[in-house]
């Protein structure tokens, strides 16, 4: 009965928990990745958007 073809063996349950908290380890630093660079890329945003902001209020008010 342990070679009957009605029933598929997979893997066992300990490779199937290993594998879903690799996977969990893995997208969590994925996502850490990708939110890091979202907030990367809004700092630098910022700042440029400071500097040309003083560049304009400096151009605005040094006409006399």
Do not use: C, H, Q
């Not at 908290?21 to 660079?37: D, E, M, P, Q, S």
Request: glycine residues 14%; hydrophobic residues 60%.
């Amino acid at each position: 009965m342990a070679n009957s073809p009605a029933r598929a063996e997979g893997p066992g349950l300990l490779p199937v928990i290993a594998g879903g908290v690799i996977g969990a380890i893995v997208l969590f630093w994925l996502v850490g990745i990708v939110i890091g660079t979202i907030v990367f890329a809004v700092k630098v945003a910022t700042v440029i958007a400071l500097i040309a902001g003083g560049f304009w209020l400096y151009n605005k008010f040094s006409r006399d």
